[in-house]
């Protein structure tokens, strides 16, 4: 551990590039290892886009990566006797396994469905009640049950309603992540703003003047998770050579939502992943008149595949989507000056 022998400052910023330097470096290795043994790669929905028939054999599982980059700088550069250093490594981990799980079926039988609904949503509501009962314990007695509203400068006391809420963030944040993980470079990109904004408010609120948080080495994970996302899209970017899949995109929801518990920041989590928000809505927004109109509101869901049907490319929604994320991302922010914290 080299966080004793660090400042904050180069706490964070070590970690961001110790994630993307082993991204970089082991990158093309593992792609070709997971070449080798997947052989035909991540199945493609007949359904989907049939721009996307042509990304057949392309491997998935490239979250173990992530997950490992972000492990290791964590251990290197993160306090060891914050308890909630190894809430979050916990969380990244089990959510990993379950993702790794559902793609390793997916592979196997070479089927794009895998582990049912249910059975994902059991372990991602048995980790986050968990996560919740921790958070109660750590806070002060006028926090453990509130939620902060960011720029109004006010707390919500949920009382035991607390505990289903931050299940339903977690579990909510790791499927949206995953519904976002549709087109290449999408939700790696997506993450790494909205891990940035959490990454400042834990840094502000763990080592500044709002100094309240019991454990601010949280933004040394944001950092890692950051340079993680980062090194990896240099090589999951149009043309990917590797996919994230349910490996990383589980894990990195279920950890970016449980990063917003510990600090408190479940409802500003909604402001800067305004777009994982517009990809569920959509979705349930399909689902639900579909089944009640046998018509779509959308050409298809989620969102992104809808521009796709409309005529934009994959790299136009890309980018488009990337800029209204970083947009959110910078008014997220404001919550830091307007006394949201």
Avoid at 1 to 18: G, K, Q, R
Avoid at 223 to 242: D, H, Q, R
Wanted: net charge positive.
């Amino acid at each position: 551990m080299l966080y004793s022998f660090l400042n904050p400052y180069t706490a964070d910023v070590s970690a961001f590039f110790a994630s993307l330097l082993i991204m970089l470096a082991c990158g093309t290795k593992f792609i070709n290892f997971m070449h080798s043994w997947q052989h035909d790669g991540q199945p493609i929905r007949d359904c989907g886009p049939q721009s996307h028939i042509a990304k057949k054999g392309t491997p998935t599982m490239g979250g173990l990566l992530i997950i490992a980059a972000v492990i290791i700088s964590t251990l290197l550069f993160a306090d060891w006797h914050q308890t909630a250093t190894w809430v979050c490594l916990g969380v990244l981990s089990v959510f990993g396994a379950t993702g790794f799980f559902d793609d390793y079926i997916k592979v196997k039988k070479h089927t794009p469905d895998a582990m049912t609904a249910k059975a994902k949503l059991a372990v991602q509501f048995t980790v986050a009640a968990l996560v919740a009962c921790f958070s109660v314990y750590y806070y002060s007695p006028s926090l453990k049950f509130s939620i902060l509203i960011p720029f109004l400068n006010l707390t919500l006391n949920l009382w035991y309603f607390y505990i289903p809420f931050v299940m339903l963030v977690i579990a909510g944040t790791s499927n949206a992540v995953n519904l976002s993980d549709g087109l290449d470079g999408l939700a790696a990109g997506l993450l790494i703003p909205v891990f940035s904004v959490f990454g400042v408010i834990a840094f502000v609120v763990g080592y500044g003047y709002y100094a309240f948080l019991p454990f601010p080495s949280i933004s040394v994970i944001c950092s890692s998770v950051c340079g993680a996302c980062m090194g990896f899209l240099w090589f999951n970017a149009k043309p990917a050579k590797i996919f994230m899949g349910d490996t990383g995109s589980l894990a990195l929801g279920a950890l970016l939502g449980t990063i917003a518990v510990l600090l408190k920041q479940e409802v500003l989590l909604a402001v800067a992943g305004i777009i994982f928000v517009i990809e569920t809505l959509s979705v349930m927004i399909q689902v639900f008149w579909y089944k009640r109109t046998k018509t779509r509101v959308f050409l298809m869901a989620p969102i992104h595949h809808h521009f796709e049907q409309k005529g934009w490319s994959e790299t136009l929604v890309v980018m488009r989507f990337w800029i209204i994320a970083w947009a959110a991302a910078v008014l997220s922010l404001l919550a830091l000056v307007t006394g949201g914290n």
